[in-house]
């Protein structure tokens, strides 16, 4: 039996199609997890589940569709169950707040946070049922530090974090754990423009106390803690993975006279 204890655990996570979402993929199939790959883009999902073996499948789903989770989680629980539901999918429409349609906010918000309750409603019915479960929420260090520019993306990602909380509250007596993880400045192919220009790649790394940008294994190696049964006793927290990125802010205050 491996550290974490995860193997035959069934696995869903969502957005399995992209940088981070691909990573989680490969990280829980390799401690023997059965993973049932979630996106809207199945051409993305079909490679990587034939590459992950052990039993993996990929489902069609676009997670701002409540009734297309259903359907999903309908399919998983024929075929077992999930013990383990990894949110992850999320998106991006940059925007100023003084000028952001509604229809750009609504989208943001029906993926990165109705998505997230939708899916755990879907897939938290069979671990209720079978008395014990994990969710782990991909969130963002955003949630706690307002990203400009960005729309409703930070609200949705603060959003996510007193999500995870309320479930692991309200789930906990019935042996559903809900925690989050914070990620930082990633290394994806979504930011992949930006560290091409060596100039903004060292600007960005020198702003991070451990001086490099995290790759998508950083987050996926605390989602398999947080999911394990190493975490058992771990509920409602949020564990911040940016590699000290978020405790520099005195740092950038002026100090005359200091080193």
Request: aromatic share 6%; hydrophobic share 45%.
């Amino acid at each position: 039996m491996s550290w974490l204890g995860l193997a035959g655990k069934t696995v869903v996570v969502t957005g399995a199609g992209g940088g981070i979402g691909q990573t989680l993929a490969r990280a829980f199939a390799e401690q023997g997890a059965r993973v049932v790959a979630l996106d809207r883009d199945t051409e993305r999902t079909a490679p990587l589940v034939a590459d992950l073996g052990g039993g993996a499948f990929a489902l069609g789903c676009d997670l701002s569709r409540a009734d297309e989770i259903a359907a999903a989680a309908e399919k998983v629980e024929a075929a077992g169950g999930a013990d383990i539901l990894v949110n992850n999918a999320g998106i991006l429409r940059p925007g100023l707040l003084e000028s952001i349609s509604e229809v750009d906010w609504s989208a943001m918000l029906a993926v990165n946070l109705n998505g997230y309750l939708a899916a755990a409603q879907a897939f938290g019915r069979g671990m209720m049922a079978r008395g014990q479960g994990a969710l782990v929420h991909v969130a963002s260090i955003s949630g706690s530090h307002p990203q400009p520019a960005s729309g409703a993306y930070s609200a949705s990602k603060a959003a996510i974090l007193m999500l995870s909380r309320q479930l692991a509250y309200e789930w906990g007596p019935m042996g559903i754990r809900s925690n989050t993880l914070s990620p930082g400045l990633v290394r994806t192919p979504m930011s992949e423009p930006f560290y091409r220009d060596a100039q903004v790649k060292a600007q960005r790394e020198q702003m991070v106390p451990l001086r490099r940008i995290a790759t998508p294994q950083d987050m996926a190696d605390v989602a398999l803690f947080l999911a394990s049964s190493r975490a058992s006793y771990i509920s409602g927290q949020d564990i911040v993975v940016d590699g000290g990125l978020s405790q520099s802010l005195m740092g950038l205050v002026p100090r005359p006279g200091y080193a």
